[in-house]
T-cell receptor, first 110, second 111 residues
Framework: AQRVTQPEKLLSVFKGAPVELKCNYS??????LFWYVQYSRQRLQLLLR??SRESIKGFTADLNKGETSFHLKKPFAQEEDSAMYYC????????????FGQGTELSVKP | ETGVTQSPTHLIKTRGQQVTLRCSSQ?????VSWYQQALGQGPQFIFQ???????GRGNFPPRFSGLQFPNYSSELNVNALELDDSALYLC??????????FGPGTRLTVL
């Protein structure tokens, strides 16, 4: 079955602390994974695409096929990072749909 | 460059009615996908249109239907509305095989 799991509904850290948002996936093919972010009252925005291996706003994510994970990391959290984060799996053989996890709310306290 | 736009922003309907939601894709994008996001959940794929043809469908009943027009804008139609159809409906556009970019969504409330 194709599935994306984000085990934490809420993650609360202090400013300057490291952050790791967990994402695990289940997919029989070669996975293409994304992280999307939704700031308060804004639309869902693309944060990272694993094949581009970019670092956006200090966030990075590495695909670990052995552990079927795509965790999002940032060494030093900022208050403006507070938002809802969604991990998504791109499934090509069904019209290119995205399968989303349930999301993790990140709260960065001052 | 204009991003993805959706209309209306909010909509209230009663059970059994029909609704049409609209989406304008980002310039240069020929693929539009629709998602339903219930409160506290991640978006769920409804269907995708590529060059005016349905290109994939999620686990939604036939009363959810759509269209894509020659300018790549799209409509989502829902017939015989049910209370559980209350959700945020998201449209996303993408170039062929590219990343999906989302609109702000339409909040549908069914009473």
């Amino acid at each position: 079955a194709q599935r994306v799991t984000q085990p934490e509904k809420l993650l609360s850290v202090f400013k300057g602390a490291p952050v790791e948002l967990k994402c695990n996936y289940s997919y029989s093919g070669s996975p293409e994974l994304f992280w999307y972010v939704q700031y308060s009252r804004q639309r869902l925005q693309l944060l990272l695409r694993h094949i581009s291996r970019e670092s956006i706003k200090g966030f990075t994510a590495d695909l670990n096929k052995g552990e079927t994970s795509f965790h999002l990391k940032k060494p030093f959290a900022q208050e403006e990072d507070s938002a809802m984060y969604y991990c998504a799996l791109h499934v090509y053989n069904q019209g290119g749909k995205l399968i989303f996890g349930q999301g993790t709310e990140l709260s960065v306290k001052p | 460059e204009t991003g993805v736009t959706q209309s209306p922003t909010h909509l209230i309907k009663t059970r059994g009615q029909q609704v049409t939601l609209r989406c304008s894709s980002q310039s240069g994008h020929n693929t539009v996908s629709w998602y339903q996001q219930a409160l506290g959940q991640g978006p769920q794929f409804i269907f995708q249109y590529y060059r005016e043809e349905e290109n994939g469908r999620g686990n939604f009943p036939p009363r959810f239907s759509g269209l894509q027009f020659p300018n790549y804008s799209s409509e989502l139609n829902v017939n015989a509305l049910e209370l559980d159809d209350s959700a945020l409906y998201l449209c996303a556009s993408s170039p062929s095989g590219g990343s999906q970019y989302f609109g702000p969504g339409t909040r549908l409330t069914v009473l």
